[in-house]
């Protein structure tokens, strides 16, 4: 195409490509069947005009798929950068509606349409997810933690970096992906995976058992007869009596030594073998057993089954325990929820009750599950200060817009 | 996470992280309720593997966030690599089905752990968007022309590239992405913008009117008036009669163009103002033309309206040229649709009939817009040869694997 704007614009007036143009970026409809959209990806759009050039590599691998074009016509390509571009664009994060421009751009036609397909795909991701990621914060509250958990199931690894990205910046508070916390400071959290439980066989895996108090005053030598002491009070607490049975050993052997090693940051996933028998009565011994050594656990993790009822549950066990042994705010251990969810899960968790502080969400804010992409479009509004339009056999395709 | 294998382990046997693990990666159900995946990104994770280190940015990285870890921890991340890491894996390419392991990955406990996610992320959108490019070229039969233009509309730049090369492995014939052509060396195809044909005024845009015939035996001087000629040819043509009306001039002077600059690669998208009153007539004239001059015209592309009615009355308007004008295999000229398209769009096609011979996807094909995740899981099946596995409050995520 370029090649043709440039075999009859060559000879007009000495300047190739030399007309001057006007495009607008818009999108046609707000996504997942909303009121709004956040508009997102302007700064990779500028980065990108920014470092646009061809290299030699470019030059040479067009003209191995273009050996109809003239040298002349890549002796130009080789010239252009984005010098004589002009980008006009609503602020990154506003909040935007359908068929208004969020960018125009001027400049020579060769120049600006080559940077349709590129602004057009920075754009749409980049805004569908962050206006996920802002529907995701409206259905959970404010007061509740948000975790983007969605770097194994997004679109390619460059797809999971962008969605920690922009899902912050539509609200949540932080991301299991490091790389982005290294890439845009954006906070780190995550637990530790199912497997890390089940790799552990019993308590004689854990060679060391000696834990420092958290004051440094003393050390409890055998970290693990307290946390066997703790979960014998347990189940003969009278407020717990019958509660739980016996607890899978290979996941207490987990939590003992997660907690060994982070003992001021210690957060167990509760639903490898069964939450309510086994994962809760496990942590809740841990947590007693850091309690004594003057730490403070921050909470366990539910990757599975009716979070509603589990988190419940949950909290009424914390809340016992609080009152049996008088630990104080043991009650308010903080209960993270992940396992597919998305903004129906999480608004029928609402409706039904909760004790849910925090949500780790994945696949479905990541891919954008329900709707997969925005449809933004570019469009010639103006050649050498001319209006021009796009007409369609599609009506709700025709823009209404005028450079004006 | 790693840190608690790393205290628990350190002291075993000497070595540190010393458990040998197996893990499975396989998923629990294939995508968009078929019976069958293409099992994809297998080349990525070898690549991976073999390029994984720590470097000093990323150790530096680790230490700032994870304050609370020893030294050691860090030395011992500074020399790990995956050379004693084992993969065995089904073949790239091949069809797979739900719970069977695609790929076993035997090592270290800490090396095979930290694959989870990359693995995961690379295999989960490879396989899927394969798969569902195998879906599109079944639906659509293996004598149509497949062509991927989806590089707007997918999940970032990058997610557009892996769209491309999977696309192009699950059954594409070529795609609209430049760099992936170039990377891949997969077969580009493309058509010019509507901007292309919009930007235009009139023929007296065309400063340079000139054609040399394809055999280079001789010039025509004035390319334009001969494509207005055959206009007026078809305008009085009794077969055709009282069909067209005036075309559109804009619209006319970009196709001339572009045929003056790829006479042997003429390509008209007809749809900007009228496909049946402008940009048919209009395409036909030029495509008459040239073959005055011994050149083929490629074909048209619609991108809205009935596919179905516009392709089966283009062909029929073809035929007639054809006839009319005796003009030999005009009426083959290629058909190629785009405009939203999916596996519905192009079944409910095949059932009322049409004449597309190449359908441009995009949007749908390459977000895999009806399932934008697979749901991989990489789960622990052995430790130290023992067999493990992880039970869940999901009757259905509970493995049957077993590492015999």
Redesign the interface.
């Known amino acids: ?1 370029w ?10 007036d000495g300047f190739v490509f030399a ?1 001057r ?1 006007e ?1 607008d970026l818009y999108f046609r409809k707000n996504p997942f069947g909303g009121e709004f959209t956040v508009f997102a990806g302007l700064e990779e759009c500028i980065k990108f005009i920014a470092n646009f050039k061809f290299t030699e590599h ?1 030059i040479l ?2 003209q191995s ?1 273009m050996p ?1 074009c003239e040298d002349a016509f890549f002796d130009y390509l080789r010239k252009i950068d984005c010098s004589d571009v002009e980008v006009y664009s609503i602020p990154e994060g506003s909040v935007v509606f359908p068929k208004v421009p969020l960018m125009r751009v001027e400049g020579p ?1 060769a120049v600006v ?1 080559l940077l ?3 602004f ?3 754009i ?2 980049a805004s569908l ?1 962050t206006t996920n990621a802002a529907r995701h914060r409206h259905v959970a509250g404010k007061s509740k933690v948000l975790l983007e958990f969605g ?12 969605a920690s990205k922009y899902c912050f910046m539509g609200g949540f508070d932080a991301t299991s992906n ?1 790389l982005a ?2 890439l845009f400071g954006i906070p ?1 959290r ?10 552990y ?1 019993s308590l004689d ?4 058992k000696a834990l420092m108090s958290k004051d440094g005053s003393r050390v409890c030598k055998d970290f693990v007869s307290l946390v066997k002491e703790w979960l014998q009070r347990i189940h003969l607490a009278d407020s717990l009596c019958g509660v739980f049975g016996d607890t899978n050993q290979s996941e207490l052997a987990a939590f003992v ?2 907690a ?3 003992p ?2 210690f957060l167990a996933l509760v ?5 309510m028998r086994s994962g809760i009565p496990n942590f809740c011994a841990v947590a007693l057993a850091l309690h004594d050594l003057g730490y403070k656990a921050s909470g366990i993790r539910l990757d ?3 979070l509603a009822y ?1 988190s419940i549950e949950t909290r009424k066990v914390f809340r016992t325990i609080e009152k049996e042994f008088n630990v104080p705010n043991f009650e308010k251990m903080i209960i993270t929820a992940s396992n597919d969810l998305n903004e129906e899960t999480i608004d029928a968790l609402n409706k039904q009750g909760h004790e849910v502080d925090a949500f780790g969400i994945g ?1 479905y804010l990541v ?3 329900s ?3 925005l ?2 479009v ?3 509004v103006e ?1 050498n200060s ?1 209006p ?7 009506v709700t ?1 025709v823009g209404l817009l005028s450079s004006c």
């Open positions: 195409m090649n043709a704007f440039f075999s009859s614009s060559l000879f007009i007309s143009v495009f470019d691998f067009l798929v109809m036609v349409q349709e397909t590129p057009v795909n920075l749409n991701y997810v770097l194994r199931r997004a679109q390619g690894p460059d797809g999971a970096i962008s490091v916390g290294n780190l995550g637990t530790h995976s199912h497997a890390y439980v089940s790799s066989m895996d854990i060679p060391d030594s997660y060994l090693a982070f001021s940051n639903d490898t073998y069964d939450v599975s089954g009716d589990l696949t891919t954008c599950y709707q997969a992409a449809g933004c570019f469009k010639l050649i001319r021009r339009i796009k007409l369609s056999e599609d395709k």
